[in-house]
T-cell receptor, first 113, second 113 residues
Framework: DAKTTQPNSMESNEEEPVHLPCNHS???????IHWYRQLPSQGPEYVIH???SNVNNRMASLAIAEDRKSSTLILHRATLRDAAVYYC??????????????FGKGTHLIIQP | DTGVSQDPRHKITKRGQNVTFRCDPI?????LYWYRQTLGQGPEFLTY????????KSRLLSDRFSAERPKGSFSTLEIQRTEQGDSAMYLC???????????FGQGTRLTVV
């Protein structure tokens, strides 16, 4: 699986937007970009995924660079409950193929009240 | 609650003992995954089932580990002759088909003393 690079940690204030970057310069044409997050003492939770176009859902937005070598997860208005580790994952099967999802260390997002 | 349940939530065992964990996926999901997560790391893929067939196993899954999914419903993960290095969170995930998001359980935390 192609590799992703994320900052180890980021800090933001409550009720402000958060932009979580992810670099994936070796992405292949069939790789989907997935984001999962993991709250303390919980299993990972799906956030969003996309292929080429920007995507929006009730949780977040995903902005994908034109060359697809990077992407940004956008939380429009962070709350304390958004404090979690956020994982950016590339997957050719768009949801976990036969070899599952390859998680890195993710970005630890800290939200200040 | 994602709909994926794992039992037990916590297990403490002595080195050399056998342990078995259970995962109940979302009922209509065909695909079931097991992952292992150690402190400060992202989850690592262990094995994958498509219905009752175990189709993929990671190199992390030593001979002491065995997983089953009889009748394509719940799954069990057994670790024989546990070692201290087996201490970790064991996560189960399920998905409907390839291309859909994975839903994770809350995990079973194993401590080998």
């Amino acid at each position: 699986d192609a590799k992703t690079t994320q900052p180890n940690s980021m800090e933001s204030n409550e009720e402000e937007p958060v932009h979580l970057p992810c670099n994936h310069s070796t992405i292949s044409g069939t790789d989907y970009i997935h984001w999962y997050r993991q709250l303390p003492s919980q299993g990972p939770e799906y956030v969003i995924h996309g292929l080429t176009s920007n995507v929006n859902n009730r949780m977040a937005s995903l902005a994908i660079a034109e060359d697809r070598k990077s992407s940004t997860l956008i939380l429009h208005r962070a709350t304390l409950r958004d404090a979690a580790v956020y994982y950016c994952i590339l997957d050719a099967g768009s949801g976990g193929g036969a070899d599952g999802l390859t998680f890195g260390k993710g970005t630890h997002l800290i939200i200040q009240p | 609650d994602t709909g994926v349940s794992q039992d037990p939530r916590h297990k403490i065992t002595k080195r050399g003992q056998n342990v078995t964990f259970r995962c109940d996926p979302i009922s209509e999901h065909n695909r079931l995954y097991w992952y292992r997560q150690t402190l400060g790391q992202g989850p690592e893929f262990l094995t994958y089932f498509q219905n009752e067939a175990q189709l993929e196993k990671s190199r992390l899954l030593s001979d002491r580990f065995s997983a089953e999914r009889p009748k394509g419903s719940f799954s069990t993960l057994e670790i024989q002759r546990t070692e201290q290095g087996d201490s970790a969170m064991y996560l189960c995930a399920s998905s409907l088909v390839i291309g859909s998001e994975a839903f994770f359980g809350q995990g079973t935390r194993l401590t080998v003393v």
